[in-house]
């Protein structure tokens, strides 16, 4: 049973910054490995202000003509810039991420629309099984990441091991246009609508050349976004600490009290004094260090900065624009 319309369109929309090697390796895999839907699809590159030559590349494939399309922003905007960038003006019925390094295995996209088309499911991600790849630091704090933002998120869940490859129908697409955060934290916003949604398992392989745009500082930050802007529960709890220590307070006051009517005065008490003292100002450190993270993102947000500036559009995807079709 065919759920969805014969003559589809799936945007595979791919950010690149200074990805010069890695452009051509994409669109041949790509080509090659959905060589059976091919006349459905169409890829659109965001540069995302690279400093190579990634954008001739790509411009040099579109003029071969190549069902391809370059969006170039003004600078770079980081990864989640770059993807909203596609969403924003691709026209696809079904939208899929992938990185241009091919750890987003190209065939997995087969059963991606499969499920889609056949299945009438909206949301289709790629579960990563095997991050045997990946260093034990890497896999503990990805792990924790995930445990820690369910937690702490009580609405939208993410799925553990899940990137941003996955395919989106368009009307997920359409009820993440209209999320209008400068916080582009996207495994959230795509999670988001909610609609029926599945994963398919993979192991996800090495980058196919060229190096990784991510340290540990960024993935830290990257992190904490995506925390800041699911959850407000790290700003509230506070307030429970805040009572939780007051009391525990008011307790050793009473004990001090009656020690000192009991036993007299006993003045030696420096380390006593300085725990509380030590331990009350990191607390205080924290909790204004808390309320810093979410004072500067909302403060980012009220400024109401377009999250990205496109600075040409090139291929189909600018006829298409043109037309507004
Ligand atoms: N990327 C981007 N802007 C950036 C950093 C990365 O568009 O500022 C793109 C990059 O070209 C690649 C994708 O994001 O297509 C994933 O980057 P990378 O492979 O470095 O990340 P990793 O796979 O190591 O998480
Ligand atoms: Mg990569």
Redesign the pocket.
């Known amino acids: 049973m065919a759920m969805r319309k014969e003559d589809y369109l799936i945007s595979l929309i ?6 010069k090697e890695t452009i051509e390796l994409f669109v041949n895999t790509v080509e090659q490995k959905l060589a059976s839907i091919w006349q459905h699809i169409e890829i659109v590159f ?1 540069d ?1 202000g690279s400093k190579d030559n990634s954008a001739q590349i790509v411009e040099g494939l579109i003029a071969k003509g190549k069902p391809i399309s370059l969006i170039k922003l003004s600078r ?1 905007f ?2 989640e810039a ?1 993807m909203s960038a596609a969403l924003d003006l691709v026209k696809g019925d079904a939208v899929v991420p992938m ?3 091919l ?1 987003d295995p190209p065939e997995l996209v087969l059963e991606f629309v499969r499920i889609w088309k056949d299945e009438g499911i909206d949301t289709v991600y790629g579960v990563r099984v095997d991050r045997s790849q990946d260093t034990e630091i890497k896999r503990v704090t990805s792990g924790g990441f995930y445990y820690v933002f369910n937690k702490l998120s009580n609405k939208v869940k993410i799925p553990a091991n899940v990137g941003d490859f996955r395919l989106i129908d368009r009307k997920v697409v359409e009820a993440v246009k209209t999320l209008g955060e400068t916080n582009r934290f996207m495994k959230g916003l795509f999670a988001w609508p909610g609609f029926s949604s599945k994963g398919v398992a993979y192991e996800r392989p090495q ?1 196919s050349a060229g ?4 340290n540990y500082w960024k993935l830290w930050n990257f992190a904490l976004d995506g925390i800041v802007s699911f959850s407000s529960l790290p700003l509230r709890i506070w307030s429970y600490i805040g009572c939780g220590i007051g009391l525990l307070a008011i307790i050793y006051m009473i004990f001090i009290i009656v020690d000192t009517f009991m036993f007299g005065v006993d003045v030696p008490g420096y380390s006593s004094t300085m725990c509380v003292v030590l331990f009350l100002g990191a607390v205080q450190l924290i909790s204004i260090g808390v309320l810093g993270e979410y004072l500067g993102r909302v403060s980012e947000e009220v400024k109401h900065r377009p999250v990205f500036v496109v600075s040409k559009i090139k291929g189909a995807l600018s006829d298409k624009l043109e037309k507004g079709t």
């Open positions: 791919v950010p690149v910054y200074n990805e965001v995302d770079n980081g990864k770059a990185d241009v390094d750890q980058r190096t990784t745009k991510w």
